[in-house]
């Protein structure tokens, strides 16, 4: 059973850090593309970055980029976004989710992805 968890959210001033982790289980991590979305209150659901090993591609959004990065740890099954330079329009609802990689070069679409986590909650204050 492929299962994802994230973790790592929680209340930090703008300008801070976090990072949030997605653990994985189920599949063959190397083989899949994982991704890192996100939903503010009112708003739809974003994709922020994506990894793929198999393909060797990542993504951000134009939103985070410079600020974010996105790694993956292959003995542990999880892939972390490390998250700077925080804004309070960062706040959101942080989903990772799973798809298969092959040759799919990461992007920002939240239909190409099958496997969903439940979300980790980052508030950022001003």
């Known amino acids: 059973e492929v299962q994802l968890q994230a973790s790592g959210g929680g209340l930090v001033q703008a300008g801070g850090s976090l990072r949030l982790s997605c653990a994985t289980s189920?599949?063959?991590?190397?083989?899949?593309?994982i991704g890192w979305f996100r939903q503010a209150p009112g708003k739809e659901r974003e994709g922020v970055s994506c990894i793929s090993r198999s393909s060797g591609s990542t993504y951000y959004a134009d939103s985070v980029k410079g600020r974010f990065t996105i790694s993956s740890d292959s003995a542990k099954n999880t892939v972390y976004l490390q998250m700077n330079s925080l804004k309070p329009e960062d706040t959101a609802v942080y989903y990772c989710a799973s798809r298969w990689g092959g040759r799919y070069v990461c992007g920002g679409q939240s239909s190409d992805f099958y496997s969903w986590g439940q979300g980790t909650l980052v508030t950022v204050s001003s």
């Open positions: 189920g599949f063959s991590f190397d083989n899949y593309a």
